[in-house]
């Protein structure tokens, strides 16, 4: 039945396609120039009967979801429901916990990331990740950005420098810092550190961009910037972003999907699950009758 939520209905914005592709692009290419390629269609990312353990105690049960190419999804459920558990599957970030194992599959492009010959380095490259706090490298402004491109092996100064600039606009920064790219990225504000960390990701091009809380440290204006930043980049990018704001869910993504005790208890579209949820728990949920 309708969930009387009405300001989660007013916070809700149409959710416009993505941008197309030039006429003459073959299929999977970028909507605009700088865009990493992904699928054409169908399914980017997908967990098939995902489990994940943390020594005997079980953090995901059986999760199964498909999530398609570019647009937005959000990953939403009370705290130690294992939304960040499964947001960092998706790039094996869960492999720096010494107690952590996982059966079951996820996929990247098709490409089972769980197997043990997948290359990690490469892995993170096309699936890039956003933590909650900003962690930007105690270097400059212009060293943090190029420090992905160095590693990846890129020397010239000059292509340096075009990929640099490029990296900060798409994360909507240059005019910011334009004029100090030397200076310590330690002396931005949190919001800035945190756009910063998002041009570093970008700068290496990925397919995915996994955002983990992004904005739950940062004030209200610097939250907003980080919202917008999310959309300007959903048409280029598979964007998944786990967070506790339903409203912000609700703003920012087209789909959505609500964890409770390491299960997939509904996934949908955003509008849909707000406002006609399926089961009476996700109604529940949103509705601020438990979480």
Not at 24 to 36: E, I, S, V
Request: some cysteine.
């Amino acid at each position: 039945m309708p969930v009387d939520t009405p300001e989660i209905r007013t916070a809700m914005p149409p959710v416009p396609s993505p941008p197309a592709a030039p006429p003459d692009a073959p299929p999977g290419a970028p909507a605009r120039p700088g865009a990493a390629p992904v699928a054409a269609a169908g399914t980017h990312l997908q967990a098939r009967e995902f489990s994940l353990f943390y020594g005997s105690r079980q953090a995901l049960k059986k999760i199964s979801l498909e999530i398609p190419p570019q647009g937005v999804t959000a990953i939403i459920g009370p705290s130690g429901c294992g939304k960040s558990s499964l947001l960092r599957g998706f790039n094996r970030m869960n492999d720096l916990i010494p107690t952590a194992r996982s059966e079951g599959e996820l996929l990247v492009a098709g490409m089972d990331v769980c197997l043990p010959g997948t290359d990690v380095v490469e892995l993170r490259r096309r699936v890039g990740m956003v933590f909650q706090r900003p962690n930007p490298f105690p270097k400059s402004i212009f060293e943090n950005v190029a420090f992905g491109l160095r590693m990846l092996g890129l020397k010239d100064r000059a292509e340096l420098e075009i990929r640099v600039e490029d990296s900060l606009r798409r994360a909507a920064l240059w005019d910011e810092v334009r004029d100090r790219l030397d200076r310590s990225a330690m002396a931005l504000s949190g919001g800035q550190q945190q756009r910063l960390c998002i041009a570093r990701s970008l700068a290496v091009e990925p397919e995915v961009l996994l955002m983990d809380e992004p904005a739950s440290a940062l004030d209200p204006t610097a939250t907003a910037r980080i919202e917008e930043l999310v959309l300007e980049l959903r048409g280029r990018y598979t964007i998944v972003v786990v967070t506790h704001n339903m409203q912000q869910a609700a703003r920012i993504s087209s789909r959505t999907a609500f964890l409770l005790q390491g299960e997939l208890v509904e996934y949908g579209d955003t509008r849909q699950l707000f406002t006609s949820p399926r089961e009476k728990i996700t109604e529940d949920y949103i509705t601020g009758r438990f979480g």
